[in-house]
């Protein structure tokens, strides 16, 4: 997949539709395959937190990707520098879809995405202000890397129906637990997971840790239970000690999503 340079696309709180290449009455110019991005007002939650979200609306055909888009693709990044009162930054990303393109297969969504974001003051006393800087990325028949500079409006007085539409699709958690085997490999590790009576289209599979990466995971059966085994790369190029504590696998289905924290070793 080829990336092209970056485009900067300064938003405040949001940019009106327009076409590719164009500028629009508040002389903000749009990329490819992008028709607006705003941080939403939302609202403060009954924990005193705030609710926004990124909403992302797409032209006819185009992508974006989720935040473990599989072996290509290039996962939302955010900078909150420009924000105040900001403390913990909870991502609330509801279920993807799959993407085939290009030969390549990842995770993602079409036309829309609504990412609800949950802050939590940093002073509970004072309101927080939002503002930041996202790098994503874009896909239809090419790929193009984006980043906008978004401010969101004042928290509204009631929660929004599109935000809450969105937290209704979050993967549900489960308690229990996938055995999984762990295995050294020339560059790394692999990862091959197991689910008791379980079938999905799609499993990702993530390494709570920074600069690994994980491939595309292999699915398939042993008896009547779904295989997962996905490698993992750390920088070193290396073995390294893998926690399976830190994984967190997602099964991902058509109507539904479940994710896992953590799976119970296996030896045999």
Known sequence: MKWCAFLLVSV????????????????????PGLVSAELLPGWVTPE?????????RLE??????WRSPGDAGVPPHFDWQGSSNLGQVTMHWPRPETIESGGERTLGYHDMLVLPIEIAPADTTGAVDL????????????????????TAPPAGSAPDPAIQAALAQVPETSTARPQCRVEEIEDGMRVTASFDHQDA??????????????SQPELGRQG???????DFVAESG??????????????IGPDRATEYLGCDTVTD
């Open 60 to 65: 006819p055909g185009w992508k974006t990707y």
């Open 238 to 251: 290396k073995p390294f000690a893998l926690d399976t504590n830190a994984l967190r696998l997602t099964l």
């Open 12 to 31: 405040a709180p949001a940019f009106a539709q327009g076409g590719v290449g164009q500028v629009d009455a508040a002389g903000v110019e749009h990329p």
């Open 48 to 56: 005193g937190n705030r609710m926004t979200a990124l909403a992302l």
């Open 201 to 214: 289209p799609e499993v990702a599979m993530e390494l709570q840790a920074d600069k690994v990466w994980v």
């Open 131 to 150: 503002a930041t800087t996202v790098d994503f990325g874009l896909c239809d028949d090419i790929c193009v890397p984006v980043q906008v500079r978004l």
């Open 224 to 230: 009547d239970r779904l295989t997962a085994s996905a």
